[in-house]
């Protein structure tokens, strides 16, 4: 939206591709809130599971955050996406989990 800062978003990315999930690091809590709005969005016909790692601290969130207003829903028809997807994972700081990639089958020659 135009609050948002120029530059990307995503800071570093683990990918397990054996174990299907992946731990993305985003630049601030703000952005890491909003991309919780991604949860079941499909990729190559498969729902993603966006929340936050097993370990995730929201204690130390909401001293983080403390006096701010939440951060804006993300606007998903303007990123081509219908406004159908899951939010019942709740929100916190800038690390977020990611399961259920499916790797997309290689065509052979």
Known sequence: GPSRAAGDSVRQVYLNIQRRFAFIELRNPEEAIQA???DQIKFNGHPLKIGRPANFDQVALDKLRLGKLPPPKL???SLGIKNNLST????GPNKLY???YVRPKLQRK
Do not use: I, K, S, T
């Open 36 to 38: 919780m709005d991604l």
């Open 75 to 77: 606007n998903l028809e």
């Open 88 to 91: 019942q994972v709740e929100n």
């Open 98 to 100: 990611c399961a259920g």
